[in-house]
């Protein structure tokens, strides 16, 4: 009975979570709406008096034909093209914005002003991102406990002149929050503010919105058409963006330990029923890896004294292979965006200049400061959330439906752009919103993911009981559920979505891959066409796949950094499996990578 009344409180716990999470979604959808409805609504009716006052200035023009001007902006901003600019502007898709485009690729950031447009640049960036992502949360896992590394010889530094451990780790993990948000969090927006243009405030939201990977895309260093930039400025915010998404993610984390602990602490017998429920696969690990140790002990004795040195010369720590690996794997990312997409940028940009070229023939009252204003009018009310393709807009974006998803892109950090908040009470609520959301939103996906491989190994397990094959069990089961989540969370809502959206098969099911990646570009957006009707269920049916699809996807994700870290660790006692004991122990010492396993053998396990 006890074990059936544990069971009992674990799925009320979960439950309990996930009810937290969408609670949680709700008020922010709320609070989201109150702030940020009036200042939509203010923006639409200076959208019409400037439109009244372009018609009034430029007789020649009519309502249609501004529409068709609308239409042709819309257009050159959707292919990012500048829509003032001509032939002599450089391009988006050069090869420093191409490196910097598969950066925000592989990080999930997906500003969304830059996306390829063609079929060929879509497939490659699914499959860049797919084998991209894993790379980076890799690289950026073992940048971490370098950072582990250092906070934690710091504390040790602290004991042995205060004897108070628990003041000195509070005092030590202080040191290492206000140091990070100096780096990271004040000083780079300052830069941006300067060189940008931007007021600090928009500056650090950018920072925020940028580190935490949602990326809207309102604002974007270096993108500025009317600004000459350095050439290393997008390098150094590059570099800042890789080593502030180590930190950021290190606090992060933290939150998510916190809010888990919480929930111990609240019941005990959940951690107790959580341990009886490992899988007994980590015990055989536990006890390979021992038996690895004793056999290594034994053949380093036996080992060649001058092999052994030159070994140990030759071992290359695993962040700056992981590094090194990043930064090629980055490198030929956008060396092939740059050959697929630059040709049809260029192609856009003429494009352009010949629609411009046609209308300013046709109407004769239109110049060249005439058809900036208007693009900088469009810019502008895009940069609100106002759809501009049509006349429907009476409802605006920032209803409650809308207000909510537009939550649900914050906490999972999505954030495709298309709407973002324009006040500053809004973006500062945006930034504590998410700085609590995200933790919460991992919490919950971890526990989901949890259900749902816990299911796979009970599959399995009850066909290998009746089977009697192991091995193969195991792989078919993998192999059935990576296909059943394959058709559930992409075949099935491409469909829905060619359906109701009125995309090709093609753009439905890089939407999906862009989607439940996270990267979130913003150029396929599900429910956000003011010209079309949706029934109700559309948006639970989206909400409802894009959490689950998250959770199946985080999982795939999760075996890939698993095969990446065992290659990993294959190839670090391929290189350095030949030394005595004394001279690893002492080698390891200095080696974060095994100082890090050490201390996570000696703490107790903390279940996710």
């Not at 200076?46 to 042709?72: I, M, R, S, W």
């Not at 034994?298 to 992981?322: F, T, W, Y």
Request: with cysteine; aromatic share 12%; proline share 3%.
């Amino acid at each position: 009975m006890a074990w059936f009344h544990l069971a009992r409180v674990k799925v009320n716990w979960t439950a309990l979570l996930i009810l937290a999470h969408f609670t949680y979604l709700l008020i922010g959808a709320i609070i989201f709406q109150v702030l940020e409805r009036e200042a939509e609504s203010n923006n639409r009716n200076y959208f019409q008096l400037e439109k009244l006052h372009f018609l009034a200035n430029y007789t020649c023009l009519d309502g249609p034909a501004l529409e068709k001007f609308v239409q042709v902006i819309l257009y050159a901003w959707e292919k990012g093209v500048n829509p003032s600019g001509n032939s002599t502007n450089p391009s988006n898709w050069d090869f420093s914005s191409s490196f910097f485009f598969a950066g925000t690729v592989v990080t999930t950031i997906g500003y969304g002003n830059l996306s390829p447009s063609t079929v060929s640049g879509q497939v490659f960036c699914v499959f860049y991102a797919l084998c991209g992502i894993p790379l980076n949360l890799a690289f950026l896992k073992q940048m971490g406990k370098c950072l582990t590394i250092h906070l934690g010889r710091l504390e040790t530094g602290m004991v042995a002149v205060v004897p108070h451990k628990k003041a000195v780790e509070a005092l030590a993990v202080s040191l290492f929050f206000i140091t990070g948000s100096l780096l990271f969090l004040v000083i780079p927006p300052l830069l941006f503010s300067y060189v940008e243009g931007w007021t600090f405030g928009e500056a650090f939201y950018f920072a925020f919105i940028t580190l935490s990977t949602i990326g809207f895309g309102d604002y974007v260093v270096g993108t500025d058409p009317g600004k000459e930039y350095i050439s290393l400025y997008r390098c150094l915010a590059g570099i800042w963006i890789i080593f502030a998404l180590a930190w950021l993610a290190l606090i992060l984390n933290m939150g998510v330990r916190i809010m888990e602990n919480l929930v111990i602490l609240t019941h005990p017998g959940f951690k107790k029923h959580e341990e009886e429920d490992e899988d007994v696969s980590s015990s055989k690990l536990e006890r390979l890896r021992l038996r690895a140790k004793t056999g290594r002990q034994h053949s380093d004795c036996q080992a060649n004294m001058g092999v052994k040195e030159m070994l140990n010369l030759a071992r290359v720590p695993s962040i700056l292979m992981l590094g090194l690996i990043y930064v090629v794997y980055v490198l030929i990312g956008g060396v092939i965006f740059w050959k697929l997409e630059g040709d049809l940028g260029r192609k856009d940009l003429s494009k352009l200049l010949l629609n411009k070229q046609r209308l300013l023939m046709t109407y004769s009252c239109l110049n060249q400061e005439g058809l900036e204003d208007v693009a900088q009018v469009v810019r502008d009310v895009s940069k609100v959330g106002l759809s501009l393709k049509g006349n429907q807009t009476a409802d605006g974006f920032w209803k409650f439906t809308s207000s909510a998803v537009f939550a649900a892109t914050v906490v999972t950090t999505i954030g495709y752009g298309n709407m973002s908040p324009s006040t500053t009470a809004g973006q500062i609520f945006c930034v504590f919103f998410a700085l609590f959301g995200i933790p919460l939103n991992v919490v919950v996906l971890n526990r989901v993911g949890k259900y749902m491989l816990a299911l796979e190994r009970n599959v399995s397990d009850f066909l290998q009981g009746k089977s009697g094959r192991k091995g193969c069990t195991r792989f078919f089961v993998h192999l059935f559920c990576y296909i059943c989540g394959t058709v559930l969370f992409f075949i099935m809502p491409m469909l829905v979505f060619q359906q109701q959206e009125g995309w090709t098969y093609s753009q439905a099911i890089y939407y999906c891959f862009i989607t439940l990646s996270t990267i979130g570009f913003g150029d396929f957006v599900a429910d956000s066409n003011p010209d079309k009707d949706y029934p109700d269920w559309y948006s639970v049916l989206m909400a409802s796949w894009i959490f689950f699809g998250l959770a199946w996807l985080a999982l795939l994700i999760n075996h890939s950094i698993d095969i990446l870290e065992r290659l990993n660790s294959l190839l670090k006692k391929g290189c350095c499996g030949e030394k005595t004991l004394e001279e690893s122990e002492s080698a390891d010492n200095d080696n974060p990578d095994t100082q890090m396993e050490h201390d996570e053998m000696k703490k107790p396990p903390i279940n996710q």
